[in-house]
């Protein structure tokens, strides 16, 4: 295909942000420029400068709902200035301002149905710029079908031809590591079998369950560590550090710099992935996966959908359940290494390569809109 002038526009990149869309969309900025194409990617700028000057990162006002009007009026500004081929906001929220810029056509992605079910039926105005958003947008993409079907719910009337499934893309950094892992329960002094949650931890998200699961393993299994990775939101705090003081055999590990997710999950035996909720997709899963370590995750639809018979799958908020899957798996060495090797060949449909180009056709059929 021809090179494009590609504009991305996401709320926030950081890699400090333990927001899974930040990691996806900094994946595809790097893929587009790869292949030739030239891009920038509008930002606010959190924590630090990141160092690329194809990245732009606005300064932003640090007060709550401030700080959105003041991104929307640098957004709005900066793409008067500036023409593209594509404008490609990565949620709702980006995609407002480009539509005020007086955009003729631009490309929404939507990640996360998980924000819709627990905010928007409480926030009417978040409901109205799902909706407004949605109908102005040129061709909106979802990452899953699972997520493209509650859409479609939560929007009966939408035009259901420019609505488009392209699935999240894996990092090629996510690869098994065992010298590092080897190195990383040196550094944690862990001698047994390592059950691994690295992720956001809010309600949802079903880490209580995991512990309990796991204190009911340890039991039978007194060598066992549960690793925790991953900062609570605000709402969680509270019952976070309540963890930390009960469960002195609980390793809480906080924030873990991205580049050295891979070797946690390479560190693992298995990879817990617990949500009572829906979720968008389960990029963690993959990138577990794709490390060489198993997944057992909660049997909700999206899990399945991406996960495929590849992984292990339990009911949610289960956790005697969830503790029945771990035992099974910690002791049948057959089973794990069908799991992850079975897993091979079928997670090449999220790398990168497969990924991207399936989004540059989109790109293409964009342009003859």
């Known amino acids: 295909m021809k090179k494009l002038n590609i504009c991305l526009i996401s709320l926030t990149v950081s890699p400090d942000s333990v927001d899974g869309e930040a990691k996806v969309i900094r994946a595809l900025f790097e ?81 996360d149905f998980t924000p819709f079910e627990t905010q928007l039926t409480k926030i009417p105005l978040e409901k109205l710029l799902i909706k407004f958003v949605s109908r102005r947008a040129s061709s909106i993409l979802t990452v899953s079908n699972f997520v493209k079907q509650e859409f479609q719910h939560f929007l009966p009337n939408i035009d259901k031809n420019k609505i488009k499934t392209i ?81 002195k055999d609980v390793r809480f590990l906080g924030f873990i710099p991205e580049n050295d997710i891979p070797f946690y999950f390479s560190m693992g035996d298995i990879f817990i992935t617990y949500s009572s909720s829906s979720e968008g997709f389960g990029l963690t899963s993959l990138e577990a996966i794709s490390c060489g370590t198993p997944v057992i995750c909660s049997a909700i639809s999206v899990f399945k959908e991406i996960l495929e018979d590849h992984a292990l ?24 290494n069908q799991l992850v090797i079975n897993a091979q060949k079928y997670i090449q449909k999220y790398s990168w390569n497969a990924v991207g180009k399936r989004l540059e056709k989109e790109y293409e059929k964009f342009m003859n809109l």
Request: one cysteine or more; glycine letters at 4%; hydrophobic letters at 40%.
């Open 167 to 247: 699935y999240n893309g894996i990092d090629e950094k996510y690869k098994p590591y065992p010298n590092e892992a080897q190195k990383l329960k040196e550094k944690l002094n862990i001698h047994g079998p390592v059950l691994l949650y690295v992720g956001r931890i809010t309600q949802y998200k079903g880490v209580k369950s995991i512990i309990e699961a796991y204190r009911l393993v340890k039991s039978e299994n007194p060598d066992i560590k549960l690793v925790i990775g991953g900062k609570p939101d605000f709402l969680m705090k509270n019952e976070y550090n309540n963890w930390v003081a009960d469960y």
């Open 31 to 111: 893929y587009l420029k790869k292949q030739g194409h030239s891009v920038k990617l509008i930002t606010g700028k959190w924590n630090k400068d990141l160092g690329t000057p194809d990245i732009i990162q606005f300064d932003l006002i640090r007060k709550r709902f401030l700080w959105v009007l003041h991104f929307y009026i640098k957004v709005i500004r900066y793409l008067r200035r500036n023409r593209f081929d594509i404008v490609h906001a990565n949620s709702a929220k980006a995609a407002l301002p480009v539509f005020l810029s007086h955009q003729k056509k631009f490309i929404c992605t939507i990640h």
């Open 313 to 336: 799958f339990v009911p949610p908020r289960n956790p005697l359940k969830l503790a029945e899957k771990i035992n099974i798996l910690l002791h049948d060495d057959e089973l794990k």
